[in-house]
C-alpha cells in the first residue's frame, strides 16, 4: 500500500514522497508505503509504514482509499504487487529522515517525475486532483518503461 499525506503551506499544496534509500527502488523519489502484514488491513498498515518511514502519525480513520495500483513486472513477475493508496490530510508530528526514507515535500503542481518510477506521472497527478479509480501498470522488459496502463472505475 501507499499513503500519501497532503498539506498546504504558504497556500501551496503539497504531498509528502521521500528518497529511498534501501531495497527496490533505491534512489527513486517514491510514495510512502510497504506490505500488509498478517492481521493488519491496509489502513492500519498505511498508518504504521508511515510512522517508520517517516515518524508521523496518523490515524486509520483519517485515511481515504484513493485508489489502487495493480504493477506487472511480465520480466520479473515475483516482482508484481497489488497497491492500495490512500490519501490523509491528517498526521501529527515532524517528517524525519529513517533508514528507508529521506522525505520530501513536493508541490501538488511541480512533483519530480524524472526522479520518480516512470509510471508515476500517469496515475499520481489524476489521484491528486481527486479521480478515483483502479490502474494496471504493466512494465516493459527493462522493469523502468511502461508498456501498457489503464484505469477503470473503484470498486
Known amino acids: 500500500m501507499l499513503c500519501f499525506v497532503l498539506r498546504t503551506r504558504a497556500g501551496v499544496p503539497q504531498v509528502l514522497l521521500g528518497v529511498k534509500k534501501t531495497g527496490f527502488g533505491r534512489g527513486k523519489t517514491v510514495g ?11 489502513a492500519q498498515a498505511a498508518v504504521r509504514e508511515l510512522a517508520e518511514e517517516t515518524g508521523l502519525v496518523a490515524d486509520p480513520e483519517d485515511l481515504e482509499r484513493a485508489g489502487t495500483v495493480a504493477f506487472r513486472f511480465p520480466a520479473s513477475p ?9 490519501l490523509t490530510p491528517t498526521a501529527h508530528g515532524d517528517a524525519v529522515e529513517s533508514a528507508e526514507i529521506a522525505p520530501l515535500w513536493c508541490p501538488v503542481a511541480d512533483l519530480p517525475f524524472a526522479r520518480m518510477w516512470d509510471d508515476s506521472a500517469l496515475w499520481l497527478p489524476r489521484l491528486l486532483a481527486g479521480e478515483r ?23
Open 32 to 42: 510512502v508505503g510497504g506490505k500488509v502484514e498478517p492481521g493488519e488491513s491496509a
Open 78 to 86: 515475483a516482482s508484481d504487487m497489488d497497491c492500495t493508496v490512500f
Open 133 to 155: 479509480f483502479a490502474a494496471t501498470v504493466v512494465l516493459a522488459l527493462d522493469n523502468q518503461a511502461v508498456a501498457e496502463f489503464r484505469t477503470a472505475p473503484l470498486a
